[in-house]
Protein backbone atom coordinates (compact mmCIF):
# COMPACT_ATOMS: atom_id res chain seq x y z
CA UNK A 1 0.00 0.00 0.00
CA UNK A 2 1.06 3.51 -0.50
CA UNK A 3 1.35 6.27 1.98
CA UNK A 4 2.03 9.76 1.85
CA UNK A 5 3.32 12.35 4.52
CA UNK A 6 2.84 15.95 4.73
CA UNK A 7 4.96 16.85 7.41
CA UNK A 8 4.06 20.45 7.87
CA UNK A 9 0.35 20.92 9.03
CA UNK A 10 0.86 24.93 8.31
CA UNK A 11 3.25 27.01 6.41
CA UNK A 12 3.04 30.84 7.57
CA UNK A 13 5.13 33.06 5.03
CA UNK A 14 5.36 36.59 3.33
CA UNK A 15 4.10 38.22 0.51
CA UNK A 16 7.23 37.61 -2.35
CA UNK A 17 9.14 34.92 -0.40
CA UNK A 18 9.94 31.42 -1.33
CA UNK A 19 8.24 28.73 0.20
CA UNK A 20 8.75 25.66 0.08
CA UNK A 21 6.30 22.43 1.21
CA UNK A 22 7.14 19.27 1.59
CA UNK A 23 5.87 15.65 0.81
CA UNK A 24 7.58 12.14 1.51
CA UNK A 25 5.73 8.78 0.18
CA UNK A 26 5.80 5.16 0.83
CA UNK A 27 5.55 2.73 -1.73
CA UNK A 28 6.75 -0.75 -2.75
CA UNK A 29 5.90 -0.06 -6.22
CA UNK A 30 6.20 2.83 -9.01
CA UNK A 31 4.01 5.19 -8.16
CA UNK A 32 2.92 8.79 -10.51
CA UNK A 33 3.04 12.09 -8.31
CA UNK A 34 0.59 14.73 -8.07
CA UNK A 35 0.02 18.20 -5.87
CA UNK A 36 -3.71 19.97 -5.85
CA UNK A 37 -4.36 23.03 -4.22
CA UNK A 38 -7.77 23.86 -2.34
CA UNK A 39 -9.02 27.23 -2.13
CA UNK A 40 -11.25 28.13 0.63
CA UNK A 41 -15.05 26.13 0.20
CA UNK A 42 -13.99 24.88 -3.14
CA UNK A 43 -12.92 21.51 -4.88
CA UNK A 44 -9.44 20.26 -5.58
CA UNK A 45 -6.92 21.74 -8.57
CA UNK A 46 -4.65 20.17 -10.22
CA UNK A 47 -1.16 21.93 -9.74
CA UNK A 48 1.18 19.82 -11.41
CA UNK A 49 2.07 15.87 -11.73
CA UNK A 50 5.00 14.10 -12.06
CA UNK A 51 4.69 10.45 -14.24
CA UNK A 52 8.10 10.13 -16.02
CA UNK A 53 10.94 11.96 -17.36
CA UNK A 54 12.77 15.28 -16.05
CA UNK A 55 12.48 15.33 -12.19
CA UNK A 56 11.84 19.25 -12.29
CA UNK A 57 8.14 19.24 -12.88
CA UNK A 58 6.35 22.78 -13.43
CA UNK A 59 2.84 23.58 -12.94
CA UNK A 60 0.18 26.37 -12.91
CA UNK A 61 1.00 29.47 -10.78
CA UNK A 62 4.45 29.19 -11.00
CA UNK A 63 5.04 26.57 -8.87
CA UNK A 64 7.19 23.63 -9.28
CA UNK A 65 8.14 20.86 -7.96
CA UNK A 66 11.10 18.04 -7.92
CA UNK A 67 10.76 14.10 -7.83
CA UNK A 68 13.59 12.60 -5.78
CA UNK A 69 13.46 8.93 -6.33
CA UNK A 70 16.06 8.11 -3.55
CA UNK A 71 14.60 10.27 -0.93
CA UNK A 72 11.17 9.65 -1.52
CA UNK A 73 10.01 12.58 -2.03
CA UNK A 74 8.04 15.06 -4.05
CA UNK A 75 8.82 18.58 -2.25
CA UNK A 76 6.60 21.45 -4.06
CA UNK A 77 8.58 24.99 -4.22
CA UNK A 78 7.66 28.53 -5.28
CA UNK A 79 10.04 31.21 -5.77
CA UNK A 80 7.75 33.79 -4.94
CA UNK A 81 4.63 33.56 -2.89
CA UNK A 82 0.97 35.92 -3.32
CA UNK A 83 -1.59 36.43 -0.97
CA UNK A 84 -3.65 34.14 -3.44
CA UNK A 85 -1.83 30.92 -2.85
CA UNK A 86 -3.18 31.06 0.77
CA UNK A 87 -4.94 27.85 0.50
CA UNK A 88 -4.90 24.29 1.73
CA UNK A 89 -1.93 22.13 -0.84
CA UNK A 90 -2.22 18.08 -1.04
CA UNK A 91 0.24 15.37 -2.45
CA UNK A 92 -0.97 12.87 -3.85
CA UNK A 93 0.20 9.32 -5.11
CA UNK A 94 -1.47 6.86 -7.75
CA UNK A 95 0.49 3.28 -8.16
CA UNK A 96 1.65 2.46 -11.53
CA UNK A 97 0.54 -0.60 -12.37
CA UNK A 98 -2.87 -1.91 -11.11
CA UNK A 99 -5.86 -0.58 -8.94
CA UNK A 100 -6.73 1.94 -11.65
CA UNK A 101 -6.46 5.62 -10.42
CA UNK A 102 -7.24 5.69 -6.93
CA UNK A 103 -5.59 8.82 -5.36
CA UNK A 104 -4.06 8.19 -1.63
CA UNK A 105 -3.46 11.74 -0.11
CA UNK A 106 -1.29 13.33 2.25
CA UNK A 107 -3.62 15.22 5.20
CA UNK A 108 -2.31 18.56 3.94
CA UNK A 109 -0.40 21.58 4.44
CA UNK A 110 -2.13 24.87 5.04
CA UNK A 111 -0.17 27.55 3.34
CA UNK A 112 -0.73 31.64 5.20
CA UNK A 113 0.65 33.96 2.61
CA UNK A 114 0.65 37.11 5.53
CA UNK A 115 1.83 40.25 3.93
CA UNK B 1 -16.34 22.70 -21.30
CA UNK B 2 -18.59 22.33 -18.29
CA UNK B 3 -16.40 20.95 -15.12
CA UNK B 4 -17.29 18.34 -12.70
CA UNK B 5 -20.56 18.90 -10.90
CA UNK B 6 -22.05 17.92 -7.75
CA UNK B 7 -25.56 18.54 -5.59
CA UNK B 8 -26.78 19.65 -3.30
CA UNK B 9 -23.93 22.06 -1.87
CA UNK B 10 -25.09 21.76 1.32
CA UNK B 11 -27.19 18.89 3.19
CA UNK B 12 -28.26 18.64 6.61
CA UNK B 13 -29.83 15.57 7.89
CA UNK B 14 -30.13 13.40 11.10
CA UNK B 15 -28.83 10.85 12.70
CA UNK B 16 -29.91 7.14 10.74
CA UNK B 17 -31.71 8.99 7.97
CA UNK B 18 -30.29 8.53 4.21
CA UNK B 19 -28.52 11.08 2.67
CA UNK B 20 -27.74 11.18 -1.67
CA UNK B 21 -25.03 13.21 -3.36
CA UNK B 22 -25.07 13.33 -6.56
CA UNK B 23 -22.03 13.87 -9.64
CA UNK B 24 -21.81 14.79 -13.18
CA UNK B 25 -18.77 14.13 -14.48
CA UNK B 26 -17.05 15.91 -17.47
CA UNK B 27 -18.33 15.25 -21.21
CA UNK B 28 -16.57 12.16 -22.22
CA UNK B 29 -15.30 11.13 -19.01
CA UNK B 30 -16.85 7.70 -17.89
CA UNK B 31 -14.48 7.35 -14.46
CA UNK B 32 -15.98 8.97 -11.59
CA UNK B 33 -14.49 8.46 -8.27
CA UNK B 34 -15.65 9.62 -4.90
CA UNK B 35 -13.82 11.12 -2.03
CA UNK B 36 -14.41 12.11 1.81
CA UNK B 37 -13.06 15.03 3.36
CA UNK B 38 -13.84 14.67 6.67
CA UNK B 39 -12.06 17.05 9.48
CA UNK B 40 -9.04 15.69 11.05
CA UNK B 41 -9.09 12.45 8.79
CA UNK B 42 -7.86 14.30 5.52
CA UNK B 43 -9.42 12.82 2.09
CA UNK B 44 -10.01 9.39 1.73
CA UNK B 45 -11.08 7.51 -1.14
CA UNK B 46 -14.75 6.40 -0.75
CA UNK B 47 -15.66 4.33 -4.52
CA UNK B 48 -14.55 4.51 -7.79
CA UNK B 49 -16.81 3.58 -11.00
CA UNK B 50 -16.46 3.36 -14.50
CA UNK B 51 -18.72 2.23 -17.23
CA UNK B 52 -21.63 1.92 -15.01
CA UNK B 53 -19.80 -0.68 -12.74
CA UNK B 54 -17.75 -0.25 -8.89
CA UNK B 55 -14.24 -1.45 -9.62
CA UNK B 56 -13.33 -0.60 -6.70
CA UNK B 57 -14.30 0.25 -2.59
CA UNK B 58 -11.63 2.29 0.32
CA UNK B 59 -12.15 1.16 3.92
CA UNK B 60 -15.73 2.00 4.31
CA UNK B 61 -18.75 -0.17 5.89
CA UNK B 62 -21.25 -0.92 3.20
CA UNK B 63 -24.05 1.66 4.38
CA UNK B 64 -21.59 3.65 2.19
CA UNK B 65 -22.50 2.77 -1.83
CA UNK B 66 -23.47 4.23 -4.72
CA UNK B 67 -23.94 3.94 -8.43
CA UNK B 68 -23.12 5.03 -11.50
CA UNK B 69 -25.90 5.64 -14.73
CA UNK B 70 -25.79 4.66 -18.29
CA UNK B 71 -24.50 8.76 -19.03
CA UNK B 72 -21.59 8.01 -16.59
CA UNK B 73 -23.62 10.48 -13.98
CA UNK B 74 -22.70 9.26 -10.53
CA UNK B 75 -25.30 8.77 -7.26
CA UNK B 76 -23.12 8.19 -3.46
CA UNK B 77 -25.61 6.80 -1.10
CA UNK B 78 -25.36 6.96 2.80
CA UNK B 79 -27.78 5.00 4.68
CA UNK B 80 -27.80 4.56 8.86
CA UNK B 81 -26.20 8.06 8.88
CA UNK B 82 -23.98 8.74 12.01
CA UNK B 83 -22.47 12.10 13.05
CA UNK B 84 -19.66 11.29 12.31
CA UNK B 85 -20.59 11.23 8.29
CA UNK B 86 -20.19 14.93 8.41
CA UNK B 87 -17.82 15.77 5.87
CA UNK B 88 -17.46 17.26 2.58
CA UNK B 89 -17.73 14.54 0.24
CA UNK B 90 -15.88 15.53 -3.16
CA UNK B 91 -16.63 13.95 -6.79
CA UNK B 92 -13.82 13.31 -9.40
CA UNK B 93 -13.54 12.38 -13.29
CA UNK B 94 -11.15 11.12 -15.54
CA UNK B 95 -11.44 9.42 -18.80
CA UNK B 96 -11.17 5.76 -18.17
CA UNK B 97 -10.15 2.41 -16.12
CA UNK B 98 -7.21 2.78 -18.23
CA UNK B 99 -5.92 6.36 -17.36
CA UNK B 100 -3.74 5.77 -14.54
CA UNK B 101 -1.97 9.17 -15.87
CA UNK B 102 -4.97 10.83 -15.97
CA UNK B 103 -6.09 13.90 -13.97
CA UNK B 104 -8.57 13.46 -11.36
CA UNK B 105 -10.98 16.84 -12.07
CA UNK B 106 -12.92 17.88 -8.65
CA UNK B 107 -15.91 19.07 -8.38
CA UNK B 108 -17.07 21.61 -5.39
CA UNK B 109 -18.19 19.06 -3.04
CA UNK B 110 -21.20 18.73 -0.92
CA UNK B 111 -21.06 19.47 2.55
CA UNK B 112 -22.95 16.89 4.72
CA UNK B 113 -23.87 17.35 8.35
CA UNK B 114 -25.62 14.51 10.21
CA UNK B 115 -27.17 16.61 13.33
Known amino acids: AQSVTQLDSQVPVFEEAPVELRCNYSSSVSVYLFWYVQYPNQGLQLLLK??????LVKGINGFEAEFNKSQTSFHLRKPSVHISDTAEYFCAVNKITGGGNKLTFGTGTQLKVEL | EAGVTQSPTHLIKTRGQQATLRCSPISGHTSVYWYQQALGLGLQFLLWYDEGEERNRGNFPPRFSGRQFPNYSSELNVNALELEDSALYLC??????????????FGPGTRLTVL
Open chain 1, 50 to 55: YLSGST
Open chain 2, 92 to 105: ASTRGVLAGTDTQY
